[in-house]
């Protein structure tokens, strides 16, 4: 769901970064958790199969919380203020939104 600002909300509003901090700092938390489980596994000689196995894992993390942050920031900082939610600027970042999510699976 878009959320649309007047120029006095946006700059009255928290960043997208600062409002969803937690939920981003989990995540953060989580791939670290798995950048962690690499380092070990590379250090226990684990085979090649497995290490690579985790840092997939790692990668679509990393690229689910990158496609996060870059979905807020169109939200937040690319689309006027003013447009509708049905406005031809609103519908392409949506589709922008779609393709980046795409790409970053």
């Known amino acids: 769901m878009l959320e649309y600002y007047t120029p006095l909300q946006y700059s009255a509003r928290m960043a997208h970064t600062t409002k969803d901090k937690e939920k981003l700092l989990t995540r953060v938390r989580r791939i670290r958790g798995q950048v962690d489980a690499i380092e070990r596994a ?16 790692c990668r679509g993390a990393l690229n689910g919380l990158m496609a996060e942050v870059m979905e807020g920031h169109v939200r937040f900082h690319v689309l006027a203020p003013h447009s509708g939610r049905k406005s031809p600027q609103a ?10 999510r795409a790409y970053l699976k």
């Not at 226990?44 to 997939?56: F, I, N, Y």
């Not at 519908?91 to 980046?100: P, Y």
Request: charged share 25%; net charge negative.
């Open 91 to 100: 519908q392409a970042a949506e589709e922008l939104i779609d393709v980046v």
């Open 42 to 57: 590379l250090e226990s000689e684990q085979e090649c199969a497995g290490v690579l196995q985790l840092m997939a894992a």
